[in-house]
T-cell receptor, first 109, second 112 residues
């Protein structure tokens, strides 16, 4: 069974700092998604990465995909409190979505 | 564009009962997915329906079942409820497999 591992699982960072969340997966796929989930809420789609080398940016978040390394990163630039949430990556194998364990991000003023 | 809608928002049942959860996809979306999110855990894939047929299911016992109707809405049925079935059940829809999934707000199922 495909495994999707995120690290770190928990991240506490100060406002204004930069950090990267990593998503490793164990099988070939060239479709990867990032989602955000606020406490008690559903998942919000952030990025869709559909090819090797894909890079997408929205505000303070930037996602990239390296299909050869089976790795995606979500980079946070100059974090602000509003980014506090749980972030999930998900790998699409063509017939199933596999979600990572999630990274719980807390941005401290 | 209306999003994915799920009902009910909350559902309280006792052990051994049966639960039915409902999902209406975004208009134009033919694929519907069901996930279980237990407290403190990630999302576990349950079922995928497309064009009225079950296309794939996750590693869950047969008492988890469902169907998709001609209008592409879907039901998830859970029979013989157990305490560990308590979780948030999320439905998502997409235009097709390989397209981004859009999630509903979920049904929180509590088993007493």
């Amino acid at each position: 069974e495909l495994k999707v591992e995120q690290n770190p699982l928990f991240l506490s960072m100060q406002e204004g700092k930069n950090y990267t969340i990593y998503c490793n997966y164990s099988t070939t796929s060239d479709r990867l998604y990032w989602y955000r989930q606020d406490p008690g809420k559903s998942l919000e789609s952030l990025f869709v990465l559909l090819s090797n080398g894909a890079v997408k940016q929205e505000g303070r978040l930037m996602a990239s995909l390296d299909t050869k390394a089976r790795l995606s990163t979500l980079h946070i630039t100059a974090a602000v409190h509003d980014l506090s949430a749980t972030y999930f990556c998900a790998v699409d194998t063509g017939n199933q979505f596999y979600f990572g364990t999630g990274t719980s991000l807390t941005v401290i003023p | 564009e209306a999003g994915v809608t799920q009902s009910p928002t909350h559902l309280i049942k006792t052990r051994g009962q049966q639960a039915t959860l409902r999902c209406s996809p975004i208009s134009g979306h033919t694929s519907v997915y069901w996930y279980q999110q237990a407290l403190g855990l990630g999302l576990q894939f349950l079922l995928w329906y497309d064009e009225g047929e079950e296309r794939n299911r996750g590693n869950f016992p047969p008492r988890f079942s469902g169907r998709q109707f001609p209008n592409y809405s879907s039901e998830l049925n859970v029979n013989a409820l157990e305490l560990e079935d308590s979780a948030l059940y999320l439905c998502a829809s997409s235009r097709a497999m390989g397209q981004p999934q859009h999630f509903g707000d979920g049904t929180r199922l509590s088993i007493l």
